[in-house]
T-cell receptor, first 111, second 114 residues
Framework: DSGVTQTPKHLITATGQRVTLRCSPR?????VYWYQQSLDQGLQFLIQ???????AKGNILERFSAQQFPDLHSELNLSSLELGDSALYFC??????????FGSGTRLTVV | AQSVTQLGSHVSVSEGALVLLRCNYS??????LFWYVQYPNQGLQLLLK??????LVKGINGFEAEFKKSETSFHLTKPSAHMSDAAEYFC????????????FGIGTKLQVIP
């Protein structure tokens, strides 16, 4: 157990739907990062939050949004889902300069 | 901006042979460098990290990596491959101190042949 908890582990949904992925960071880590991993794109950085505020944005689609709550857990919202959104979504948390600790991911399948 | 290039998306070695996974980086500031391993259906696990201290970094499972500034490289090695080393390995770079975004390479799948 890495200390970073992601739920759910698996999600199957239809095109056009909306889903929410949840991440609880490791205790004491203030920063949360979301990544998308797909076969053709590799690991793509989506967005970073630090202590409740957006810190950096990567290749995140407008249909996707995220937030970090006062208790530091984070949610990634994916809407108007398309087949191409099927991927593994990872959350990671970090302490300063120490590298990431990853959760085990949410596998999203859009059918 | 930072980037990493991993040479070879697939590497095969015999059990007991040397493992060498290549990574070159580009960074506009002194980098922090990382190697992660991903086993099937799992998240990424940190193998080792370079954070501007010793240039030879030892990690878990017998892996080590050497930071070579002149070559902008951070290759991962292990003297003797084990079947359990079969996995995907990611080199990554960040801009150093603070809560910096980490940029990953495309990954190298290591196959260990018995």
């Amino acid at each position: 157990d890495s200390g970073v908890t992601q739920t759910p582990k698996h999600l199957i949904t239809a095109t056009g739907q909306r889903v929410t992925l949840r991440c609880s960071p490791r205790s004491g880590d203030l920063s949360v990062y979301w990544y998308q991993q797909s076969l053709d794109q590799g690991l793509q950085f989506l967005i970073q939050y630090y202590n409740g505020e957006e810190r950096a944005k990567g290749n995140i689609l407008e249909r996707f949004s995220a937030q970090q709550f006062p208790d530091l857990h984070s949610e990634l919202n994916l809407s108007s889902l398309e087949l191409g959104d099927s991927a593994l979504y990872f959350c990671a948390s970090s302490a300063q300069g120490g590298g990431y600790t990853f959760g085990s991911g949410t596998r999203l399948t859009v059918v | 901006a930072q980037s990493v290039t991993q040479l070879g998306s697939h590497v095969s070695v015999s059990e007991g042979a040397l493992v060498l996974l290549r990574c070159n980086y580009s960074s506009s500031v002194p980098p922090y460098l990382f190697w992660y391993v991903q086993y099937p259906n799992q998240g990424l696990q940190l193998l080792l990290k370079y954070t501007s201290a010793a240039t030879l970094v030892k990690g878990i499972n017998g892996f080590e990596a050497e930071f070579k500034k002149s070559e902008t490289s951070f290759h991962l090695t292990k003297p003797s491959a084990h079947m359990s080393d079969a996995a995907e390995y990611f080199c990554a770079v960040s801009g150093g101190r603070g809560y910096q975004k980490v940029t990953f390479g495309i990954g190298t799948k290591l196959q260990v042949i018995p």
